[in-house]
């Protein structure tokens, strides 16, 4: 019973270096999400992938960039890390046209330096 | 531009006493799902309850209960019996179509919970 797993859950970054947040579920789910989460702000949408082969922005997608590798697996990469991406980020997913919601990760929690 | 507003920033109960927490949408969708989901201090979210939106009567989960009003678009959660495990914060989070077919959550910016012994 894995469900979402996303690796790795805590990171320190220095400004300028680049890393790549994986996430992997086991669960037959077609879409694919990537939230970042900051105090006082909720949850907010960074990008998404509706089926394996697509994806689309969300809320706040600048600074970052996505690639759905496989129907199973939805990484999230950011190229030149700033201050301003320190955050807590959620890879969660869902069966599409169920309403069932979303299975979530268990979060990343970057800070970059 | 889909919006929560979750108006209530910090609330604390006592415990075995009851609480709600309250929520408004704004969306022009007429279709769709909503939820909310409990995130501790472990940091894990976790589905609370779920409403959909073309059903009348309101969700109930054991001591989760919702007030859904469509036309007011509000759908506030009500915990009885509190118990300190609630203590967390809560999101609101409808569920919306996209344009690609898929759907996604819109989340409020949260109620932090305090049950007190």
């Known amino acids: 019973n894995a469900g979402v797993t996303q690796t790795p859950k805590f990171q320190v970054l220095k400004t300028g270096q680049s890393m790549t947040l994986q996430c992997a579920q086991d669960?037959?789910?077609?879409?694919m999400y990537w939230y970042r989460q900051d105090p006082g702000m909720g949850l907010r949408l960074i990008y998404y992938s509706a089926s394996e082969g697509t994806t689309d922005k969300g809320e706040v997608p600048n600074g970052y960039n996505v690639s759905r590798l496989n129907k199973r697996e939805f990484s999230l990469r950011l190229e030149s890390a700033a201050p301003s991406q320190t955050s807590v980020y959620f890879c969660a997913s869902t069966r599409r046209g169920f309403g069932y919601g979303y299975t979530f990760g268990s979060g990343t929690r970057l800070t970059v330096v | 531009a889909q919006t929560v507003t979750q108006s209530q920033p910090e609330m604390s109960v006592q415990e075995a006493e009851t609480v709600t927490l309250s929520c408004t949408y704004d969306?022009?969708?007429?279709?769709?799902?909503l939820f909310w989901y409990k995130q501790p201090p472990s940091r894990q979210m976790i589905l609370v309850i779920r409403q959909e939106a073309y059903k009348q009567q309101n969700a109930t989960e054991n001591r989760f209960s919702v007030n859904f009003q469509k036309a007011a678009k509000s759908f506030s959660l009500k915990i009885s019996d509190s118990q300190l495990g609630d203590t967390a914060m809560y999101f609101c989070?409808?569920?919306?179509?996209?344009?690609?077919?898929?759907?996604?959550?819109?989340f409020g910016k949260g109620t932090k919970l305090t049950v007190n012994p």
């Open positions: 969306t022009s969708e007429s279709n769709y799902y």
């Open positions: 669960m037959n789910h077609n879409s």
């Open positions: 989070a409808p569920f919306y179509p996209t344009q690609g077919g898929s759907e996604k959550l819109v």
